[in-house]
């Protein structure tokens, strides 16, 4: 089984910056696509970035697209989505996920990946 557990999320007023982990457990995960998903209050839970097996491969959502970027570090079997230029509407609870296939391409579909970590929150202030 593998395990996913984000962290770094907090408040922060806006145009600061924040950096989320994703620490996983168990083997191959330096195979595995990682995906990040948001969930707003009154909204559905939506892409925000994606990264292929060694993180050379990436996909980002418009709204984050030139503010937000993320990369792994297979070797401590982590992930991180670094967040500058923060906007009060990128307040939501985040989610890393793990896709055990395919690991060559990057995913953006919530039905695509296998692991799901259980949200970190993120809250950006005006």
């Known amino acids: 089984q593998v395990q996913l557990v984000e962290s770094g999320g907090g408040l922060v007023q806006a145009g600061g910056s924040l950096r989320l982990s994703c620490a996983a457990s168990g083997r191959s995960f330096s195979s595995y696509a990682v995906g990040w998903f948001r969930q707003a209050p009154g909204k559905e839970r939506e892409f925000v970035a994606a990264?292929?097996?060694?993180?050379?491969?990436?996909s980002y959502a418009d709204p984050v697209k030139g503010r937000f970027t993320t990369s792994r570090d297979n070797a401590k079997n982590r992930a991180y989505l670094q967040m500058n230029s923060l906007k009060p509407e990128d307040t939501a609870v985040y989610y890393c996920?793990?896709?055990?296939?395919?690991?060559?391409?990057?995913?953006?579909?919530?039905?695509?990946?296998?692991?799901w970590g259980q949200g970190t929150q993120v809250t950006v202030s005006s």
């Open positions: 996920a793990a896709r055990g296939s395919g690991g060559y391409f990057y995913y953006t579909g919530i039905s695509l990946y296998d692991y």
């Open positions: 990264m292929n097996w060694d993180g050379g491969g990436t």
